[in-house]
């Protein structure tokens, strides 16, 4: 099934743009019932914000994949104004392990698909939200592991997010540097950081250090977890 998942992602060659891939690695799992609603007007904002600026909606490039029953890519990568996010469902386990390897599969086929195309790419993000801890255990060092060496490489820069219920302990392990609490109420915050960030980041050219604004400032979204 990722195989097949994977055969989907291309690049929009008509576009010559250099690209900023997002994989929002959304959490699932049966616990999301209850902030599904949040989640969806998070990605209406971050979309609406995106479109809104001339340049970054030509760079960036949005894929979900959400991981609860399974494993799933929603569609390919695709500019904010074709970004289009299906109605939110909640049900299963949390194979957090597998999304992961999932989504460092996707963001190298993304930059693979660029370099044949012959269009620059930075190095995909890809923001995990959750509000638990993996359930695939089996799979969870190869994960953290898979994580770091991408990390290391610059091939993909990790971001893990948790609500208050999640296991820090474990999103330290994938991302030591980048894993926030999210306060509560703060989703619709945090999308509009993240359109922040990523519009800055589509502006700058490849090698450049963008400083991200600290979203656990007193006025943000996050804590220190």
Do not use: Y
């Amino acid at each position: 099934m990722s195989n097949e998942m994977l055969a989907r992602v291309s690049v929009n060659t008509l576009n010559r743009e250099r690209r900023q891939p997002l994989i929002l690695l959304l959490d699932a799992s049966g616990s999301m019932a209850d902030k599904l609603g949040e989640v969806e007007r998070g990605l209406a904002a971050l979309r609406a914000s995106i479109v809104e600026d001339t340049l970054a909606r030509s760079r960036v490039e949005i894929a979900l994949v959400t991981f609860g029953e399974a494993v799933v890519l929603h569609g390919d990568f695709v500019e904010a104004t074709r970004f289009s996010a299906p109605p939110p469902f909640a049900a299963g386990a949390t194979p957090m392990a597998e999304a992961l390897l999932f989504a460092l599969d996707a963001a190298r086929e993304k930059r693979a698909a660029c370099r044949a195309a012959g269009i620059d790419c930075f190095a995909p993000w890809i923001f995990l939200v959750t509000d638990g801890e993996p359930t695939d255990l089996a799979r969870w060092t190869e994960a953290v592991g898979a994580v770091r060496a991408a990390e290391q490489a610059k091939s993909a820069a990790v971001f893990a997010v948790g609500t208050r219920h999640a296991n820090f302990e474990r999103l330290r392990q994938i991302s030591p540097t980048r894993t926030i609490q999210l306060r509560d109420g703060g989703w619709q915050t945090m999308f509009r950081w993240l359109s922040t960030s990523l519009k800055a980041k589509s502006r700058s050219r490849p090698g450049d250090e963008v400083p991200l604004e600290d979203p656990r400032k007193p006025d943000g979204w996050a804590l220190a977890p």
